[in-house]
């Protein structure tokens, strides 16, 4: 008999969250999907658990986030965020202890939204807070951690972000022409990074896996 599996996924209610977790509650490799939140999704189905949690005090919630696959699209922008350190706290602090406590909780494997550029001896604030949150992620003992780097991500967001917006019209038109070394930096699909994510899990291959722009796509092709 198939093991029953139960996902954990923080930032369902982001753009590539928003995609995984329909994929996830659709998925016939879990029985269960708990989705951590600061709040309910407007979302009702008999696989959902559903727990709203202050992920300042995620420690308080540790013996509720019991999985075996934890997806993790937490994420957002300094100007959204208001400021590098809360930047620094949602895009790493949040994630390394969601990693931390599950890790301790038994879970098999990590899989995070990162970005392309991630580096820890970066110059560039973004990329070297990515890159610092992977480090810290890999420290931890799970079968499998996946990092997934998309370039930018294209789909409908629930706020506004101008910049990204701007981006994704000069970039999308030029997407034919990106080949070769230039594929990992073609926009992506958030549903796209959502499936390969899902694929990626499915394989239940152990170790560090690395998922660059071009890679993601393959992967979310296979789903």
Partial sequence: ???????????GSGLVGGHLLNLLLRSQRYSEVISIGRRELP????NLEQRVVDFDNLKNFASTLVADDVFCCLGTTIKKAGSKDAFYKIDHTYVVQLAEITANKGAA????????GADAGSMIFYNKVKGEMEQ????QPFTAKHFFR?????????EQRTGEELASKIMKPLSGLMIGPLEKYKPIEAETVAKGMLYAASQDKPGVHIHPS??????????
């Fill in 1 to 11: 008999m198939q093991k029953v599996r139960t996902a954990l996924i923080a930032g």
């Fill in 109 to 116: 494997q990590f899989i995070v939204v990162s970005a392309m």
């Fill in 136 to 139: 810290h992620v890999q420290q």
């Fill in 214 to 223: 071009d890679e993601i796509a393959e992967l979310g092709a296979k789903l």
């Fill in 43 to 46: 979302l009702i189905h008999p």
């Fill in 150 to 158: 998309p370039a930018l991500l294209l789909g409908e967001r629930e």
